[in-house]
């Protein structure tokens, strides 16, 4: 192979620059930091298991925007809660997790994800 | 994983059935009642009559209009170019340019048509959506909007005939005046119309601009039902549709 | 092969600079049209498609045309197409191309776009448009890089290409008939609702592709060495010619029916391209300058004299080309708009930053054409990287 030496320095200033967010973190000292999540302001169970919900919400929110919109099915059937509720992110979401600025943001500026729910969802606190 | 989740979740979630209530006011179904369920004891065909004499006895009257926009935080650009409208008022000439002539009625050729979606049996721009963002809902003849799944082509734009549909060239929400939280607002580069208010009907109440008409100029429900208000309406008096050689079978009636 | 892009003269790296500076720019008015919305071009609720779309519809034409030199060289063995059938198709690529970034800066949800593949609507025109456009991308690919392959090891092309580049020309067909299928069956778009617009479409993409062509040959003669013969052109002016009459006819076709039958919606579009309505004229300079420009290259092209004089072809295959140009590229899609559906007349005119984006898809088309063409006659040892210099002091016009 020609140029072997070239190309193996080139790989590593590849990989150092791709790498940059991780060992800016660790010279930051802020590997162990976590989100710190809002509890709800009310109730004790979420409308399925709390873990599973942390894993799938945006599968179910997904699957619940389709049901409501296109096949007109609005209620949902929660087993934890043993009740029927709406399947609506700001009146049912929204309605235990008051604030999403202190639920919803806080995890998705953590993982720098930006779901674009809140581009025609409305935030009733940003509005009142 | 995420698949194997979701169908776990569909499992534990189980979708409830609740029991077929009878069709109530006008067909509307209750909450606790899905529309599903309803459907299957007999489609319904939503429609809209608009009584164009009382409607010029108020005016400049807009009160519709802007309890529909209000309610939907439609956008105000105060600009023809960027404009979005659900139901506005234009004038008879051009809601009705093919069936004009110098010599009618002026009270009805004077005065302006109330414009909104039409909700067609047979709807272009259903047909031309590539990817089936807005489309017909069979249980009751509303054309529906998706947009979360709107691209923006606004090939349904270029084929309604009636010019019912915006599109959000900008953002719209810097030029909603008063926002209504529940209601979501759109995002730029979506298209977007009257809905006959099916989220409203969902929950039991009338559309809004037919709720704000204090002329009762605006007359909603099933035209399956020949005990409804529509039906009686049109059988009363004489009505026209817009554009009715194009085969689109409009669903709002305008007496004459 | 494609390695042959990366070495060249230093008029090829000016040119290429030059084409990537203007895609740059255009790429910046494209950030801004992304994050403030269409709102930033001419469009309105009135006229909802403009230049974008017309400039896919005129490409999709200039795609289809690569069919008018792969037909006579394949199907009917007219050998002395060989040289430029590769021309032909790598134009097709290039446009096609073109035209995918059109669709892609004219929708309002760009990262929205697969859901064009996710949700699949058989039902809509465009769906169809965009299965036959990267069915045709896809066949010219595979189709040059086969041929251009063997022609390079000096071998015949594998026989499985063959149907496969027969199999081509329906294709090619196919797009500007799907394409003129968005446009004729609306109902509400009365200027477009005529059984004439895909054979129409047709004749004036078999001129002006062509017609481009012919243009791009004869520069390539001049500044490279390219060895094709007086033939092929001759040839593709006789394609030219014949399309050329065959559109021009069935435009006036469209005139017949529209003033004779005197049907307000039909009459009114073809008054507002050539005539101005209700005060607003502004398609008339362009409608007629096409009209001036249509009837002086039929002019050219049917007097026997002028059609093979190589010094007048480039006038006249300019003249075909900014005609149709206009015609398909302004006037048809605009024209479909005004008056609107509720019969109000709203002009429209493209910004600046939708004329910067445009041009800057036409130089990715440009930047194409040139890295394409340089990797082709390279193969074919038409052009080296070491023999261009006495070449350069040659007197070039643009591209």
């Not at chain 2, 006895?57 to 807009?62: D, I, L, N, Y």
């Given at each position: 192979m020609h140029n072997t030496g070239k190309i193996i320095i080139g790989l590593l200033i590849f990989l150092v620059i791709a790498a940059f967010p991780i060992w800016y973190a660790v010279a930051g000292g802020k590997t162990g930091e976590m989100p710190v999540l809002e509890k709800a302001a009310r109730g004790e169970n979420c409308i399925i298991d709390s873990v599973l919900m942390k894993e799938t919400h945006m599968f179910l929110l997904d699957d619940w925007r389709d049901e409501v919109v296109r096949e007109d099915d609005r209620w949902y059937r929660s087993m934890t809660l043993d009740s029927t509720i709406e399947k609506s992110l700001t009146r049912t979401c929204l309605g235990c997790h008051a604030s999403k600025a202190n639920f919803c943001d806080r995890c998705h500026d953590y993982l720098a994800v930006v779901p674009y729910c809140w581009d025609c969802h409305v935030d009733p606190k940003e509005f009142e | 994983m995420g698949i194997d989740r979701r169908g776990f979740m569909k499992v534990s979630g189980l979708t409830i059935l609740g029991i077929a209530g009878g069709a109530s006011i006008d067909g509307l179904a209750s909450p606790q009642t899905p529309r599903k369920k309803a459907a299957e004891a007999g489609t319904r065909r939503y429609a809209m009559v608009v009584d164009l004499k009382k409607c010029h006895?108020?005016?400049?009257?807009?009160d519709c209009v802007q309890a529909c926009h209000l309610y939907h935080n439609v956008p105000d650009f105060d600009n023809r170019k960027d404009e979005i409208k659900w139901i506005w008022k234009d004038s008879f000439h051009h809601a009705f340019h093919s069936m004009e002539h110098e010599h009618l009625e002026e009270s009805i050729t004077e005065g302006p048509a109330l414009l909104l979606c039409n909700h067609c049996d047979n709807p272009p721009c259903t047909r031309v959506c590539p990817t089936k963002a807005t489309w017909k809902r069979e249980e009751d003849g509303i054309v529906m909007m998706d947009w979360h799944r709107c691209i923006g082509c606004r090939y349904c734009v270029v084929a309604c005939p009636y010019g019912s549909r915006s599109f959000n060239w900008r953002d719209p929400r810097p030029h909603?005046?008063?926002?209504?939280?529940?209601f979501p607002t759109r995002t730029r580069g979506v298209v977007e119309k009257c809905t006959f208010c099916e989220l409203r009907l969902a929950k039991g109440q009338k559309p809004a601009c037919v709720e704000a008409c204090k002329e009762g100029a605006l007359i909603f429900g099933d035209l399956e039902d020949p005990e409804s208000e529509v039906r009686k309406a049109l059988q009363d008096r004489f009505s026209i549709r817009r554009k009715p050689e194009l085969g689109t079978e409009p669903e709002v009636y305008y007496l004459v | 092969m494609i390695e042959n892009a990366l070495r060249g003269s230093k008029r090829y790296w000016t040119w290429v600079f030059f084409l990537l500076a203007v895609i740059f720019v255009g790429f910046l008015f494209y950030l801004k049209q992304y994050h403030e919305g269409l709102g930033i071009t001419g469009l309105s609720r009135d006229v909802t498609w403009g230049f974008y779309i017309a400039q896919l519809t005129f490409l999709v034409g200039v795609a289809a045309s690569a069919v008018m030199v792969v037909l006579p060289y394949y199907l009917h063995n007219y050998k002395a197409f060989g040289k430029i059938t590769i021309l032909g198709e790598f134009l097709a690529i290039s446009s096609v191309i073109m035209c995918m970034l059109f669709v892609v800066v004219d929708i309002g949800q760009p990262s929205r776009m697969f859901n064009l593949f996710l949700h699949p609507s058989p039902n809509s025109m465009l769906f169809w448009d965009t299965v036959v456009l990267s069915g045709y991308l896809i066949l010219n690919i595979v189709i040059s890089i086969v041929t251009l392959g063997a022609e390079r090891k000096g071998i015949a092309p594998p026989g499985w290409i063959r149907p496969v580049i027969v199999f081509s020309i329906p294709w090619a067909v196919s797009i500007h008939t799907v394409t003129a299928f968005l446009y004729a069956g609306l109902g509400a778009r009365p200027f477009w609702m005529t059984a004439i617009l895909a054979p129409r479409f047709l004749a004036s993409a078999f001129a002006a592709g062509p017609a481009l062509l012919i243009l791009l040959v004869l520069l390539m003669r001049k500044i490279t060495k390219f060895h094709v013969g007086d033939e092929p052109i001759k040839k593709l002016t006789v394609i030219v010619t014949y399309a050329m009459i065959i559109n021009v006819f069935f435009v006036l076709m469209e005139f017949f029916t529209a003033f004779y039958s005197a049907m307000p919606e039909h009459v009114a579009h073809f008054k507002y391209m050539y005539f101005g309505l209700d005060g607003n004229a502004n398609l008339v300079p362009w409608m007629w300058t096409s009209v001036v420009l249509s009837i002086f290259a039929l002019v050219m092209l049917i007097v026997p004299k002028f059609r093979y004089n190589f010094k007048l072809l480039p006038v006249t295959c300019v003249a075909v080309f900014i005609g149709l140009w206009i015609d398909k590229g302004i006037g048809l899609i605009i024209t479909g708009f005004v008056p609107s559906v509720l019969g109000e007349v709203v002009s429209y005119k493209p910004t600046f930053p939708e004329i910067m984006i445009t041009i800057a898809i036409y130089a990715v088309g440009a930047l194409l054409v040139t890295v394409f063409y340089k990797v082709a006659l390279t193969v074919r040892g038409e052009v080296t990287y070491d023999r261009v210099r006495p070449l350069e002091t040659k007197a070039v016009g643009t591209k």
């Open positions: - | 006895s108020q005016e400049g009257c807009r909603i005046k008063e926002v209504n939280p529940d | -």
